[in-house]
């Protein structure tokens, strides 16, 4: 078959090429940055040195007594070492049932997180968190 539905065998060269489709990581990773960028632009000042990193999953010990698992991390720096926002991709894609939950998880995460960090209301951080009323 050819035609708009199916993409031809070869192309006739690299700059003609449709984009690649991102790798479920790549996704996970710009819709990251999306949230990060827009929460860092507006509280920068207030947030110092704050490092985010994505990691696959939480690292648990063999003791870990709780049903839950981690969704984020966030370790305060101190001194010249930078604070550390984590959040953990794979928990975070199993609670998710399309790209829109998705973001809007890593959005409720992240609000969280730096709500915690500011010691002030998730809603202040970000106008797009959910209250409890949505």
Known sequence: MRGPAVLPLTWPSSEHRPPKPYSRRELFD?????VVSEIDAR???HLGLLEY???E???LPDDWDSARVPLSSL???SGATPTRLVVFRRPLEHR?????DLEAIILTVVVEQVAELL???PADVDPRYPGDDD
């Open 75 to 77: 370790v305060r720096g």
């Open 119 to 121: 010691g002030i209301e």
């Open 43 to 45: 509280w920068s000042d």
């Open 53 to 55: 990193a994505v990691e």
């Open 30 to 34: 710009r819709i990251l940055l999306d």
């Open 96 to 100: 998710a049932h399309d790209r829109a």
């Open 57 to 59: 999953t939480p690292q």
